[in-house]
């Protein structure tokens, strides 16, 4: 028997809704297939006349607090940005035909007409990070490594103004001393001060995003009737090759590569792709 929540859309049924689009001057036709309300999900088909460009954007900002237990933490140390906190996230997408030989029956209109290029354009901000400590308890509080709960060092500067963000591999990042954030910010509690450290929670902004996807395709008809269909594509990923710092090798103040970063995104990725349609 079918699952009773798998909803199943006959796009070819629904009617194409004409929508003017003042941005190019011209209608647009689109299908709306899913509008989900709780998680904010929309797809829909979008018809594109030849030659215009449709960009689409989301830039939405946030903030989140940290919770401790169910309860909001407001002491000091503990008030700070949720781990999954980005204070900007931006996302762009285009679709654009390529207005060039759309019209005529000769080669040259067969080969060349008709291309559709598009991408998606995606950055944003860090996330951010707590940094520990370890080998010294200064508070008594019993706590060891690998716990749910942490050690945490003083904290005498902002570790983010005026950050150094250099990185390089790490043969290179432990010789020369790279780091991400301003290392120097961090510092172990005072001898003889019984206290556990001030620093809070994810004090520390972590890189960033930035990233461009492009794609080129066209089809062609290799039937008179038009029922067989040859698809050509081609999808670069990181198109730019930008270089996007992922994770840091240690935030604990105690390693010897605290702070520097150790990880990396995903260089381009090139992808070739042909396929019949019938």
Same mark, same amino acid.
């Given at each position: 028997?079918?699952?009773?929540?798998?909803? @199943?859309?006959?796009?070819?049924?629904?009617?194409?809704?004409?929508?003017?689009?003042? /941005?190019?001057?011209?209608?647009?036709?689109?299908?709306?297939?899913?509008?989900?309300?709780?998680?904010?999900?929309?797809?829909?088909?979008?018809?594109?006349?030849?030659?215009?460009? +449709?960009?689409?954007?989301?830039?939405?900002?946030?903030?989140?607090?940290? @919770?401790?237990?169910?309860?909001?933490?407001?002491?000091?140390?503990?008030?700070?940005?949720?781990?999954?906190?980005?204070?900007?996230?931006?996302? *762009?997408?285009?679709?654009?035909?390529?207005?060039?030989?759309?019209?005529?029956?000769?080669?040259?209109?067969?080969?060349?007409?008709?291309?559709?290029?598009?991408?998606?354009? *995606?950055?944003?901000?860090?996330?951010?990070?707590?940094?520990?400590?370890?080998?010294?308890?200064?508070?008594?509080?019993?706590?060891?490594?690998?716990?749910?709960?942490? #050690?945490?060092?003083? $904290?005498?500067?902002?570790? &983010? /103004?005026?950050?150094?963000?250099?990185?390089?591999?790490?043969?290179?990042?432990?010789?020369?001393?790279?780091?991400?954030?301003?290392?120097?910010?961090? *510092?172990?509690?005072? $001898?003889?001060? @019984?206290?556990?450290? +001030?620093?809070?929670?994810?004090? @520390?902004?972590?890189?960033?995003?930035?990233?461009?996807?492009?794609?080129?395709?066209?089809?062609? +008809?290799?039937?008179?009737?038009?029922?067989? /269909?040859? $698809?050509?594509?081609?999808?670069?990923? &990181?198109? #730019?090759?930008?270089?996007?710092?992922?994770?840091?090798?240690?935030?604990?103040?105690?390693?010897? +590569?605290?702070?520097?970063?150790?990880?990396?995104?995903?260089?381009?990725?090139? $992808?070739?792709?042909? /396929?019949?349609?019938?």
């Amino acid at each position: 028997m079918p699952d009773p929540k798998l909803k @199943v859309i006959d796009s070819g049924a629904l009617p194409w809704e004409e929508r003017p689009n003042e /941005k190019i001057g011209r209608s647009l036709y689109r299908k709306n297939l899913i509008e989900d309300p709780d998680t904010g999900m929309e797809v829909r088909l979008v018809r594109y006349p030849a030659g215009a460009i +449709n960009p689409r954007h989301t830039h939405p900002c946030a903030h989140g607090m940290y @919770v401790l237990e169910g309860t909001l933490a407001t002491h000091d140390g503990e008030y700070g940005p949720a781990p999954t906190d980005r204070r900007q996230v931006l996302t *762009a997408n285009y679709v654009y035909t390529l207005p060039f030989f759309n019209h005529g029956r000769g080669i040259l209109n067969s080969a060349v007409g008709g291309w559709q290029v598009s991408g998606i354009v *995606a950055a944003y901000t860090g996330q951010p990070t707590t940094i520990t400590t370890s080998g010294v308890d200064p508070a008594g509080l019993g706590i060891g490594n690998g716990g749910p709960a942490s #050690l945490r060092p003083d $904290q005498i500067c902002d570790p &983010n /103004k005026g950050a150094p963000h250099t990185y390089g591999g790490s043969a290179q990042s432990a010789s020369q001393g790279l780091a991400w954030f301003n290392t120097a910010c961090f *510092a172990a509690v005072p $001898q003889g001060v @019984v206290r556990p450290g +001030n620093a809070g929670r994810y004090t @520390v902004r972590g890189p960033g995003f930035f990233n461009l996807d492009t794609s080129i395709m066209k089809n062609f +008809n290799i039937s008179k009737e038009g029922q067989w /269909k040859l $698809q050509l594509r081609a999808e670069t990923f &990181n198109t #730019l090759n930008w270089v996007n710092p992922n994770g840091f090798a240690s935030a604990n103040n105690t390693a010897t +590569n605290f702070g520097q970063i150790s990880s990396f995104r995903a260089a381009r990725r090139i $992808q070739l792709g042909a /396929k019949i349609n019938f």
